[in-house]
């Protein structure tokens, strides 16, 4: 019905839905909620509109190794199935299921991993050179943070950005739609990372191409500035601080 | 902020909400409660992603001659100026400043005309042959209806639809961005009405291509299933009336 929100799903919420939303909901859409991240649904696009998850050391570190093995994507059953994707709509697309959350930042817990294997918080991504690669190395630099803070909040999703056409000098939004439920093929995705360190916070976005990268290319080219991306994803990020309170972002002094 | 369900503005809203979104709101965005619609803002395309209308006879009788002469088009300032649209944003784009809320629907009062507008209400339409032609005959075959019903509701949106390329052979989403701000120009609009007459309720779904159509083109022959409508708006209409409650569908006996 309209007030699906929140829409608890797999997994408790308890205390959680609150420190994960503490600075604020990007938006309020069809908004779902699992244990270490909640997802705002995108019904035209077939993927999430937003992803925020929080993390802190304890949820990185484990006294076993990261076990992903044997877990099987799944469909989100609370979607309509006018627009639920689905496996079949990735399968011989070309493009990998490619994790919004991450399954790295839930290791603590396999049960938390297979959280993120709903196809809610999946994008069709680029493989080789994209999820495989920079994008993973996005990832891990965000767990690397993570282990480095107190808390970190990190706010994933794709974008859908327009590009002029030589032809008519006209801007212009062209994205691919897979499978029989017509999943899109974002253009670009964004990472917005808010950490917390003795109660300072630092910020930083970044915005990566759909699309093989050189695997040299330096993380730091690909930061935006944070309110480029609030334009673009239509989405206002940890709003609940104001900006000046913040000790960085994108590396420099506020 | 995140709640901003419902937003007032213009206008008083009262005891029209429940009236007009009596069979519930197609989804929960942005929501703007005018006098005679609502509308959910979809900040990423800057224009609406749905608005629904109610009307009567009452609505559209008037002891006065229709009258929209020197109202002039607006900026909603409630949407933050990240995904607010503008007149700029239209001047010079080849494209018409298009009612989704027609402004014939509100002819009873020049200030519930004044209200459709709010650029938020606002979809850049191809002029000649769309917007002034076959989009017209369809605003006014909908007038026509509520004049012969005791309620009529219509809900009115952009599609962003896919066609299949055939250099190869895959489906792309294409659609222009204008102006400034990017305001998106949608491939298609729908239209689905639902009457009730002494009763019993009616309902027709229409979809047209944003381009010039034959003028001697039937409005029939853009009616699609309802379900169409559903999985390419990511919306379901007129969710609290059970479809087999309703007397006919696009013509057709339920
Ligand atoms: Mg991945
Ligand atoms: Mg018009």
Not at 25 to 42: H, S
Not at 70 to 88: A, K, L
Not at 218 to 243: H, K, N, W
Request: aromatic share 12%; charged share 25%.
């Amino acid at each position: 019905g309209a007030t699906d929100w929140p829409s608890k799903s797999t997994g408790t919420s308890g205390g959680r839905l609150d420190i994960i939303a503490r600075h604020g909901f990007p938006a309020l859409d069809t908004i779902r909620v699992f244990d270490n991240f909640i997802l705002a649904y995108d019904r035209r696009h077939r993927t999430a509109h937003w992803v925020l998850e929080h993390m802190s050391r304890e949820h990185l570190d484990a006294d076993h190794p990261y076990d992903r093995s044997g877990i099987e994507f799944f469909e989100d059953h609370v979607v309509h199935d006018y627009w639920r994707s689905t496996n079949q709509d990735y399968h011989r697309s070309g493009y990998d299921r490619g994790h919004l959350a991450a399954a790295g930042n839930h290791r603590r817990d396999r049960a938390l991993i297979a959280q993120t294997f709903i196809l809610s918080n999946i994008a069709p991504q680029v493989g080789k050179g994209f999820n495989r690669d920079v994008w993973n190395r996005l990832e891990k630099y965000v767990r690397w943070r993570a282990r480095r803070s107190d808390n970190l909040w990190v706010c994933t999703g794709p974008l859908y950005l327009p590009a002029r056409e030589p032809r008519d000098g006209k801007l212009y939004v062209k994205y691919e739609v897979i499978g029989r439920n017509h999943v899109s093929v974002p253009t670009h995705f964004f990472k917005v990372v808010v950490w917390e360190t003795a109660g300072a916070y630092d910020m930083e976005a970044y915005v990566l191409p759909n699309q093989a990268v050189d695997d040299r290319t330096a993380l730091e080219s690909f930061r935006v500035p944070i309110d480029t991306v609030e334009r673009a994803a239509g989405l206002l990020f940890f709003q609940r601080i104001p900006r000046h309170e913040f000790r960085s972002i994108n590396g420099k002094s506020v």
